[in-house]
């Protein structure tokens, strides 16, 4: 039993509590302890066992094992997380004050005031061209009223032409 604790023992205290419950039953208490203030209580998960004299020497090396490399890896992961973590915070603050840096230095000098008193100056206005003709400034060309006339027949005989046509047809179907 305290083989498979010591990898434990060597990073940790633990407190070991054996206590009768009656009727051949006995609990063990495996509960690891701080090291110190602000660490995560994952790390300090006790392990309680209850059964006959007989069951725990044969089943609690093998779940003190379980238990011990469930903590160790948990560390480890705690451990390698917070070290990502602070390499990404010195990341990004070194990105930043790099940032912060070139902006600085992109900060356009503010200009003399002789040069900001020309550059308030009006421009000087110059006389707008004459425009060339266009094929669209022309006037619309009027139709002479004989073509509006033509047209008029032409669409009147159209519709005539029409209403022929459906006449035939009403006449098929009443045959």
């Not at 779940?63 to 602070?86: C, P």
Request: hydrophobic letters at 40%; aromatic letters at 2%.
């Amino acid at each position: 039993m305290f083989k498979e604790l010591a990898p434990y023992l060597r990073q940790r205290a633990v407190l070991l509590t054996v206590t009768h419950l009656g009727e051949d039953q006995i609990r063990v208490n495996v509960i690891p302890q701080k090291l110190k203030e602000g660490e995560n209580a994952a790390l300090t998960t006790p392990l309680t066992v209850s059964g006959p004299a007989e069951e725990l020497d044969r089943d609690l090396p093998a779940t003190l094992v379980n238990f011990v490399a469930a903590h160790l890896e948990l560390k480890n992961t705690l451990d390698r997380a917070k070290a990502e973590m602070d390499a990404a915070a010195k990341t990004a603050q070194a990105e930043a004050r790099s940032k912060s840096k070139t902006a600085a230095a992109k900060v356009t000098p503010k200009p003399e005031p002789e040069k900001a008193a020309e550059a308030t100056k009006p421009l000087p206005q110059t006389p707008e061209r004459p425009k060339a003709a266009s094929l669209f400034d022309a006037p619309a060309p009027t139709i002479p009223t004989s073509d509006v006339d033509e047209e008029e027949e032409i669409l009147a005989e159209a519709g005539k032409s029409e209403q022929i046509g459906e006449d035939e047809e009403e006449l098929d179907d009443a045959a």
